[in-house]
């Protein structure tokens, strides 16, 4: 990709690592995942839980974290955040805390 | 990833061993089998699988036919399916090693399978609160799935599990009951190839956890009289969810338990 006179592609890269961009980053993802299930209107902010307010399963939260993967390279595990949290804390699981966590694992790799 | 096995598309999810500079040659692999209906490679994916290729083990994790992110095909659920669908991602994968199987529930209904019709293939096996197809267990589900069959398409079942088990257990329960009456697996999945109740067609090690309040506790005399290379480890205060209440007691417990029995060095 070549850079333009307006600098747009530089602006735009490296990826965000602000929690907005990161949020609406993982909105996209999550639309593209409800999308395998007929649901693309749902709102996804922060405090949007992953099995409550958008039914997803676990199962859908491991294509997610593939999904991460591929965005993010091996900056974010979100395998290893998971297996972290014990089983209530993973149904209660927001979009927010992971947001939070994306952001801190791109920082601590910036920083390094 | 997806991936053809047989007449079907797999789910499969795989984490490498993270191997030091100084380790020679090449690692143990774990395959981690799921159980029934409400489960799917999350419950491994979640728990062990990031813990176990950090202790330098190649993690298979899959999908079950039905289940998760696999295809659902109508009919094709008996025992024997889902034993073939294993082999047949192994061979997909390229895999030639010896796996060390790990099975939770019916997961290790389909590992015993495995083990007992792929002796070649298998390093050992680990059961957590299984039963292997043994025409006993065939009884146990046979009446258990066609009661589930019947009872969870019922709103009004559905509501009392989410009054006395929380909404999260009565999704999963809609799930299943979707599952079951989309598909022939309640009549199919104990309906096929069986093992001789003396396991005597397992030969290879075999390491079973039960909970000491789950009911396949009564396997216990079973597999320390009949299999001469076998380990049992009952939990004291634990049902049946044995991989999800006592996960780290788990983890240690299998992992120990493979770095024992590593063929890698030893096979041919």
């Not at chain 1, 999550?30 to 749902?42: F, S, T």
């Not at chain 2, 029934?36 to 079950?64: E, N, Q």
């Not at chain 2, 009289?225 to 007691?249: D, I």
């Amino acid at each position: 990709m070549t850079t333009d006179a307006t600098g747009f592609a530089t602006a735009k890269s490296p990826l965000g690592t602000d929690a907005g961009a990161v949020l609406a980053d993982i909105a996209g993802m999550l639309r593209e995942l409800l999308e395998e299930y007929g649901l693309d209107d749902a709102e996804i902010t922060r405090e949007t839980t992953f099995h409550e307010d958008l039914e997803l399963e676990s199962i859908d939260l491991v294509a997610l974290s593939g999904t991460l993967r591929e965005h993010y390279g091996n900056r974010v595990n979100f395998a290893e955040f998971v297996a972290d949290l014990e089983l209530d804390q993973i149904i209660e699981l927001t979009v927010g805390q992971l947001v939070d966590h994306v952001v801190a694992s791109l920082r601590a790799t910036e920083a390094s | 990833m997806k991936i053809r096995t047989g007449d079907i598309t797999t789910h499969v999810q795989r984490l490498d061993a993270q191997v030091s500079g100084e380790e020679q040659g090449e690692p143990p692999v774990v395959v981690f089998v799921h159980g029934l209906l409400t489960d799917s490679l999350a419950s491994y994916y979640f728990t062990l699988g990031p813990s176990f290729a950090a202790a330098g083990i190649d993690v298979i994790m899959y999908d079950l036919r039905g289940h998760g992110r696999s295809e659902r095909p109508e009919t094709g659920y008996q025992i024997e399916c889902f034993v073939d669908d294993l082999v047949a991602l192994l061979d997909a994968l390229g895999e030639r090693r010896r796996v060390h199987l790990v099975g939770n529930s019916f997961g290790g209904t389909v590992a015993a399978g495995a083990a007992a019709w792929y002796p070649e293939r298998i390093a050992s096996l680990t059961l957590i609160e299984a039963e292997p197809p043994v025409p006993r267990w065939t009884e146990h589900m046979a009446n258990g799935l066609a009661l589930a069959k019947e009872q969870l398409v019922h709103e009004e079942v559905i509501d009392w599990i989410k009054d006395n088990r929380g909404a999260h257990t009565a999704r999963l329960s809609r799930h299943a009951g979707r599952i079951l009456n989309s598909t022939t697996l309640a009549d199919e999945v104990w309906s096929g190839r069986v093992i001789d109740d003396d396991l005597s067609a397992i030969t290879c090690p075999v390491l079973a956890i039960f909970g000491d309040e789950s009911g396949l506790v009564a396997q216990v005399p079973l597999f320390e009289s009949m299999l001469e290379r076998s380990r049992v480890v009952v939990l004291p205060e634990q049902g049946h969810s044995v991989l999800v209440e006592r996960t780290k007691e788990t983890r240690e417990l299998v992992l120990e338990w493979i770095r024992e029995h590593d063929l890698t060095e030893a096979a041919t």
